[in-house]
């Protein structure tokens, strides 16, 4: 019986310490062989656990919907839209016909004295008209008036022994028409003062596709660079992740008599560092987040996050070849346009003026209402009456001053549009250039990172069996991260530069289905 139960506990005791050799040759080979497999899978493809930080995600497209209603850049160019439309529909309201409705009375009171002549003695006058006035781009000024008066005159006449007061009731309609028609000077200015209203309201419509278009570029540079800060978070955190991984590899190995306790002081080292460029990234996060949020026209956030990875655009921008198509250079076109009328309105303002006025008119004073408009509207008294009025000034330097002032202005729009151009074109090239070269560096980059990818798998097997250091493994793994990040910043490059053709060209508001009305 003794002998079974010694038999016993010794092999319970066998089993026992065979099941704790079992146990750490299972951690040994968690901590040997399935740390640097977690090691690379971290590398080659990023766990991203950590590095997307709380926060409101954002669509592109939705960034852009909300940019075009409240960004106040957009807004201040569309209030100026309708202030020139306001000023131009100010000036179609000069030339609609007025119509002037007038009252008036009097009533006066002489004091005779003793002559032979007649002397008025009193006069009560009461009267009313009614007038249909219009201006005509060309100066032109017509009046037709209806007015009638009804005057009760009295008069006293001296005879040789005395004086007979005489009261005579009267209506007088009368029917004017008169124009005035510049001759020389004048003619021009409505029409020039349309023409630069008209170019002045052109300008701010197609400033406002051009600011539009600018805001939108900014709102996608805006959008891929918060994009690319939480992808560098990710990286970085994965590069830590796998420096961290490899120091309790080696702490472990420390422990077991593997490894000197100074082989985990440079992954130390390089986990501290790469811990800091991680947590300066996560702050990018922040200063990107409120920099989109200022252009959507949102209240200030660092906790925007962008939901829409980068993709090659499917219709990239076309290359501008003429900067006559460009908004900005239409900009330009407009305000010299504008610039030019207010020459013409100068010059013609400096003329001396001519103006030529012709008025009829048909009147027939009689003491009953019915005699009165019966024998105006038969002709019984008609008038007519023309001249000519000359207006000069007697020292024009005024006019002149205006004139140079209007020129000098007209010139410098035009060199404000060759420059706008010149710049146009030259930023178009660059922009062309560096979408060239963004593509290129995304295809060197592809096998660049298989390369690197290799080359830290080699690492890792050498480092495994001892023929290597750490500090040589850590740099095949930063360089992995860092291929990654180039990556992804090319990528960011391409967008960059293509937006920045399409909002060039005018194709950037069609590209998001923007309207402005």
């Not at 007649?118 to 017509?142: C, N």
């Not at 062309?432 to 995304?442: D, G, K, P, V, Y």
Request: with cysteine; proline share 3%; glycine share 6%.
């Amino acid at each position: 019986m003794r002998s079974t139960s010694s038999a016993r506990s010794v092999g319970v005791l066998w089993d026992t310490t065979a099941a704790v050799e079992v146990v750490r040759g299972v951690q040994h080979l968690i901590t040997m062989r399935l740390s640097p497999i977690l090691t690379s899978c971290a590398l080659f493809v990023g766990t991203g656990s950590a590095a997307q930080a709380d926060g409101h995600s954002i669509r592109l497209h939705d960034a852009v919907a909300q940019a075009t209603a409240n960004n106040p850049l957009i807004a201040t160019a569309t209030l100026a839209v309708v202030g020139e439309e306001a000023s131009l529909d100010e000036l179609r309201g000069t030339y609609t016909t007025m119509l002037e409705l007038s009252t008036s009375g009097a009533r006066q009171r002489d004091q005779p004295r003793f002559t032979l002549l007649s002397q008025p003695r009193a006069a009560d006058v009461v009267g009313g008209s009614a007038a249909l006035t219009r201006t005509f781009e060309a100066g032109t000024e017509t009046r037709v008036t209806a007015s009638m008066q009804r005057k009760v005159v009295t008069t006293r006449i001296a005879t040789s022994h005395s004086a007979v007061d005489l009261t005579e009731r009267t209506i007088v309609p009368r029917l004017e028409a008169s124009i005035r028609q510049p001759l020389w000077g004048g003619r021009r200015v409505g029409a020039a003062l349309r023409e630069r209203l008209d170019a002045t309201r052109d300008a701010a419509f197609v400033e406002r596709i051009a600011t539009t278009a600018r805001v939108l570029r900014d709102v996608e540079h805006a959008y891929w660079q918060l994009y690319l800060a939480q992808r560098e978070v990710e990286i970085r955190h994965d590069a830590t992740t796998a420096a961290e991984l490899q120091l309790r590899q080696v702490e472990a190995e420390i422990s077991r008599g593997a490894r000197p306790r100074l082989a985990a002081a440079e992954i130390e080292e390089e986990v501290a560092r790469r811990r800091e460029d991680e947590l300066i990234v996560r702050g990018a996060i922040g200063e990107r987040s409120l920099e989109l949020s200022r252009l959507l026209g949102a209240t200030p956030t660092t906790e925007l996050r962008a939901g829409d990875v980068p993709s090659p655009p499917e219709h990239p921008a076309t290359e501008l070849v003429s900067a006559e198509a460009a908004p900005t250079v239409r900009v330009g076109d407009s305000r010299a346009e504008a610039a030019h009328a207010e020459v013409l309105q100068a010059e013609d303002e400096a003329r001396w003026r001519i103006d030529a006025t012709l008025t009829g008119a048909l009147s027939a004073a009689r003491d009953g209402m019915h005699d009165a408009f019966e024998d105006t509207a038969g002709y019984g008294g008609w008038s007519l009456q023309a001249g000519i009025t000359l207006r000069a000034p007697l020292d024009d330097r005024g006019s002149r001053a205006k004139v140079d002032g209007a020129r000098a202005r007209w010139v410098a729009a035009r060199v404000a549009r060759e420059d706008a151009a010149a710049q146009l074109m030259a930023e178009v090239e660059v922009l062309r250039n560096r979408r060239a070269l963004a593509l290129q560096r995304s295809s060197a980059l592809v096998r660049a990172r298989e390369l690197a990818e290799q080359n830290l798998a080699a690492e890792q097997g050498r480092w495994e069996r001892g023929d290597t250091t750490a500090f040589e493994l850590l740099r095949r793994q930063a360089s992995v991260g860092e291929i990654r990040l180039r990556i992804e910043r090319a990528q960011v490059d391409l967008l960059d530069a293509d937006a920045g053709l399409a909002a060039a060209s005018g194709e950037l508001l069609a590209r998001h289905g923007v309207t402005l009305r």
